[in-house]
């Protein structure tokens, strides 16, 4: 079976309270959260896990709920150079969704195949009027996958040796996360299913920031139960049904199997 190395790329960041991702939680706490995207390799292939921010969604250097943040295109093509990958040597990207965070720059990839769920696309097409005030999604996107050699998949599929992807709703219809074999085990790369790893394992009481430095956070209360649900999920009872699909893919409970698209320590730990 093919085994794969996973790649952190850094697409920039955005400095927001914990308890705007974690509501009622460390609301005093102010961490940094990463852009982050994923290129997977191995020996002959360059698959690429979300494709970042654009640069039209910072006003006055601030992005979502009018916080600081950073990044877009150029924070894309340096991750990617900085990896020794030229985004032309992609041949495929893999959205786990299609939010404005990780679906921008896709013209960058005119050599390779755009892979996303149909839910999600349906979704881009006719957002809700909340997802519409909050920004969620970038309808420019629309024109850019329609001029692009996209494969619009409907539920879970092998995509190819040691890579297999299987729908995770709830933070969106269409979110998908990418279970991937590689020398140090199984990971999965859940996107925005769970923005952080103390959001899937509500027990941690520390967390790692980008600078490799710790701090306490408060562990999920009894009556939460195990998982932390962010501010933004569309459908509660996908979002815990998918908790589960992902358990159920890991074959241990431990944090180390699992990669979230906004989890500051690994820019610090890598995969």
Same mark, same amino acid.
């Given at each position: 079976?093919?085994?794969?190395?996973?790649?952190?790329?850094?697409?920039?960041? #955005?400095?927001?309270?914990?308890?705007?991702?974690?509501?009622?939680?460390?609301?005093?706490?102010?961490?940094?959260?990463?852009?982050?995207?994923?290129?997977?390799?191995?020996?002959?292939?360059? #698959?690429?896990?979300?494709?970042? #921010? +654009?640069?039209?969604?910072?006003?006055?250097?601030?992005?979502?709920?009018?916080?600081?943040?950073?990044?877009?295109?150029?924070?894309?093509?340096?991750?990617?150079? +900085?990896?020794?990958?030229?985004?032309?040597?992609?041949?495929?990207?893999?959205?786990?969704?299609?939010?404005?965070?990780?679906?921008?720059?896709?013209?960058?990839?005119?050599?390779?195949?755009?892979?996303?769920?149909?839910?999600?696309?349906?979704?881009?097409?006719?957002?809700?009027?909340?997802?519409?005030?909050?920004?969620?999604?970038?309808?420019? %996107?629309?024109? +850019?996958?329609?001029?692009?050699? $996209?494969?619009?998949?409907?539920?879970?599929?092998?995509?190819?040796?040691?890579?297999? $992807?299987? %729908?995770?709703?709830?933070?969106?219809?269409?979110?998908?996360?990418?279970?991937?074999?590689?020398?140090?085990?199984?990971?999965?790369?859940?996107?925005?299913?769970?923005?952080?790893?103390?959001?899937?394992?509500?027990?941690?009481?520390?967390?790692?920031?980008?600078?490799?430095?710790?701090?306490?956070?408060?562990?999920?209360?009894?009556?939460?139960?195990?998982?932390?649900?962010?501010?933004?999920?569309?459908?509660?009872?996908?979002?815990? +049904?998918? $908790?589960?699909?992902? %358990?159920?893919?890991?074959?241990?409970?431990?944090?180390?199997?699992?990669?979230?698209?906004?989890?500051?320590?690994? %820019?610090?730990?890598?995969?």
């Amino acid at each position: 079976m093919s085994l794969w190395e996973i790649k952190v790329l850094y697409y920039g960041k #955005i400095t927001v309270p914990k308890g705007a991702a974690t509501p009622g939680l460390d609301p005093d706490l102010i961490v940094d959260s990463p852009y982050l995207g994923f290129l997977l390799q191995d020996g002959k292939r360059n #698959i690429l896990v979300d494709t970042g #921010i +654009d640069e039209n969604f910072f006003i006055d250097g601030k992005a979502w709920g009018a916080f600081p943040a950073e990044g877009g295109r150029s924070y894309v093509e340096k991750a990617l150079q +900085d990896a020794g990958v030229d985004p032309l040597e992609i041949d495929t990207v893999l959205y786990t969704h299609l939010h404005n965070d990780h679906a921008a720059n896709a013209t960058l990839f005119a050599k390779a195949r755009l892979v996303y769920q149909k839910k999600e696309w349906q979704t881009l097409l006719d957002p809700l009027p909340v997802m519409n005030v909050r920004r969620d999604y970038d309808p420019n %996107l629309v024109d +850019d996958l329609k001029s692009m050699n $996209c494969v619009v998949v409907d539920g879970d599929f092998q995509f190819t040796e040691g890579i297999y $992807c299987f %729908l995770t709703p709830g933070h969106t219809p269409g979110s998908m996360s990418i279970a991937v074999n590689t020398k140090k085990g199984i990971r999965i790369l859940v996107g925005d299913h769970w923005h952080s790893l103390c959001m899937g394992f509500g027990w941690m009481d520390e967390a790692m920031g980008m600078d490799g430095k710790t701090e306490r956070i408060t562990p999920a209360p009894e009556v939460l139960g195990r998982f932390i649900p962010s501010s933004l999920i569309y459908n509660y009872y996908d979002y815990y +049904d998918s $908790c589960y699909r992902i %358990l159920a893919m890991m074959p241990e409970d431990k944090p180390e199997h699992v990669v979230p698209g906004h989890e500051p320590s690994l %820019l610090v730990t890598g995969i």
